[in-house]
């Protein structure tokens, strides 16, 4: 397991923008498969986005296609979530997680992600 740290959410009004970000700690986090999951109180923690270790593939929940963009950083060792437009739907706390290192195959499902962050709080203001 990694020890993964976001940061960035915060509280804005619709139609704003917002980037998290999810740092690896002591770790190379280009060698990690990282996801960007969301739950909202009373909810399910859903998929947003993910990229493989390489960053050379990316994927995103059809909710968010066209407004979310996931990136990694080699230098600064971070992964990010550039989030456009935000709606109220948005709204949530967003969790990065990494599956196992050099995983070339990993999937939307949480179950497939071993290691998590505490969470960042977005919410979006109509």
């Known amino acids: 397991q990694v020890q993964l740290v976001e940061s960035g959410g915060g509280l804005v009004q619709a139609g704003a923008s917002l980037r998290v970000s999810c740092k690896a700690p002591?770790?190379?986090?280009?060698?990690?498969?990282v996801g960007w999951f969301r739950q909202y109180p009373g909810k399910e923690r859903e998929f947003v986005a993910r990229i493989s270790y390489s960053g050379e593939t990316t994927d995103y929940a059809d909710s968010v296609k066209g407004r979310f963009t996931i990136s990694g950083d080699d230098a600064a060792n971070t992964v990010y979530l550039q989030m456009n437009s935000l709606t109220p739907e948005d709204t949530g706390v967003y969790y990065c997680?990494?599956?196992?290192?050099?995983?070339?195959?990993?999937?939307?499902?949480?179950?497939?992600?071993?290691?998590w962050g505490q969470g960042t709080q977005v919410t979006v203001l109509s």
């Open positions: 002591g770790r190379s986090i280009s060698t990690y498969p």
């Open positions: 997680a990494a599956a196992s290192p050099w995983t070339t195959i990993v999937g939307t499902r949480s179950i497939e992600y071993g290691s």
